[in-house]
């Protein structure tokens, strides 16, 4: 594991694999605010079964397929314009999603 800048070129070299230390939640920051930030999350998803999931409501949106606009790492949407996609992420994944914003939202799988 390598946390100093002044290391990752030297890390990276010599690496085989990425470990993700998320311990249950997820929480992409940035997500849908490039093309690459979406794939990965996509494919980590793919991988990974989160326990918790958690966003801005853009980046909610973003993960289940909706247009979530961001600005950068900020959200362009309240929180309760991702309610759907929350449950949608909730059920698909059978999670927790927290929506994070000026009003913060949970959605449970159980709870949809």
């Given amino acids: ?16 694999s990425l ?12 997500v849908g605010a490039s093309s690459f930030r979406t794939q990965a999350c996509t494919k980590i998803l793919q991988e990974v079964s989160p326990t918790i999931i958690r966003g801005n409501p853009s980046e909610i949106m973003a993960m289940a ?9 900020d959200s362009m949407h309240e929180t309760r314009t991702a309610e759907e996609a929350a449950k949608y ?11 994070s914003g000026e009003l913060d939202m949970v959605v449970s799988a159980a709870e949809t």
């Fill in 1 to 16: 594991m390598a946390h100093a800048q002044e290391e990752m070129q030297e890390m990276v070299g010599i690496s085989n």
């Fill in 89 to 99: 992420l909730a059920e698909h994944f059978g999670c927790v999603v927290a929506v």
């Fill in 65 to 73: 397929g909706a247009d979530g606009q961001t600005k950068g790492v």
């Fill in 19 to 30: 470990v993700l230390n998320i311990a249950g939640c997820f929480d992409p920051v940035g």
